[in-house]
């Protein structure tokens, strides 16, 4: 009858291996992750800037009829 000793390097190997695998789809996983955060921030930041020089427009306007 086998007993536990027996499996023990294969055993480690398998969960080395399942760490491994793991841990590349994890990076993986952030890196897209950060690409999608990253253009939602770059659309944001353009959204308040086109606000920006709308109000800004419309303050130099005001101050133009005075």
């Known amino acids: 009858k ?5 499996f ?4 480690f190997n398998t969960l ?3 760490s491994l695998v793991y ?5 993986a996983w952030l890196y897209l992750d950060k690409q999608e955060v990253e ?10 800037e086109q606000e920006f020089k709308t ?5 130099k306007a005001e101050h ?3």
């Open 23 to 27: 841990l590349t789809a994890n990076l």
């Open 16 to 18: 080395l291996l399942s």
């Open 8 to 11: 023990q390097v294969a055993i």
């Open 2 to 6: 086998p007993s536990l000793a027996q």
């Open 39 to 48: 253009q939602e921030l770059i659309q944001d930041m353009a959204r308040l």
């Open 64 to 66: 133009k009829d005075e």
């Open 55 to 59: 109000v800004l427009d419309e303050k």
